[in-house]
Antibody
Framework: EVQLVQSGAEVKKPGESLKISCKGSGYSFTSYWIGWVRQMPGKGLEWMGIIYPGDSDTRYSPSFQGQVTISADKSISTAYLQWSSLKASDTAMYYC???????????WGQGTLVTVSS | EIVMTQSPATLSVSPGERATLSCRAS??????LAWYQQKPGQAPRLLIYGASTRATGIPARFSGSGSGTEFTLTISSLQSEDFAVYYCQQYNNWPLYTFGQGTKLEIK
């Protein structure tokens, strides 16, 4: 069974750093792109970027380029999303998902809620 | 960036009736279009990809159609569990994939 399991909810202060994770199982983790999607409170889905764990090829949406870093450790089948300096506007639910058939997202993690507040 | 526009923003339909949701792309995305369902407190779920192919385990009452810039998701006979928010997503413009803003399907 394909599963993506994300790390737990985080509460951080503005300016702090954060790295959240997404662990894949039940399939060849290195053979599928992983995407990250943001959902701000009460809002829609936003495409952040993708990574190919096989060689760590990473692509970002222009809106998120320079704002976050996407990485992966294929030895432990885990992808990451990190911030070096959080802002209140980073408060959102973040989902990882597996890319299938050139770009739709067929399996999703359960989401990680990030709350940034002073 | 390809902009995806969904209509209507909210659709009120009675159980057992048909629901038709629309998605328009600002430029052609061929058939590289997916639909997702999201219920409160849950991650999105893939319903349709390739504009018209149902994902694994998706009931036959869900169907997708269209190509180019105009797409439709039809739910033939609404069940109580179908009331949710629906998103379209284009994956034609590698790697800048984009979602529509969503249509909330509510009980009339």
């Amino acid at each position: 069974e394909v599963q993506l399991v994300q790390s737990g909810a985080e509460v951080k202060k503005p300016g702090e750093s954060l790295k959240i994770s997404c662990k894949g199982s039940g399939y060849s983790f290195t053979s599928y792109w992983i995407g990250w999607v943001r959902q701000m409170p009460g809002k829609g889905l936003e495409w952040m970027g993708i990574i190919y764990p096989g060689d760590s090829d990473t692509r970002y949406s222009p809106s998120f380029q320079g704002q976050v870093t996407i990485s992966a450790d294929k030895s432990i089948s885990t992808a990451y999303l990190q911030w070096s300096s959080l802002k209140a506007s980073d408060t959102a639910m973040y989902y990882c998902a597996r890319l299938y058939s050139s770009g739709c997202l067929d399996y999703w993690g359960q989401g990680t809620l990030v709350t940034v507040s002073s | 960036e390809i902009v995806m526009t969904q209509s209507p923003a909210t659709l009120s339909v009675s159980p057992g009736e048909r629901a038709t949701l629309s998605c328009r792309a600002s430029q052609s995305v061929s058939s590289n279009l997916a639909w997702y369902q999201q219920k409160p407190g849950q991650a999105p779920r893939l319903l349709i990809y390739g504009a018209s192919t149902r994902a694994t385990g998706i009931p036959a009452r869900f169907s997708g159609s269209g190509s180019g810039t105009e797409f439709t998701l039809t739910i033939s006979s609404l069940q109580s569990e179908d009331f949710a928010v629906y998103y379209c997503q284009q994956y034609n413009n590698w790697p800048l994939y984009t979602f529509g803003q969503g249509t909330k399907l509510e009980i009339k």
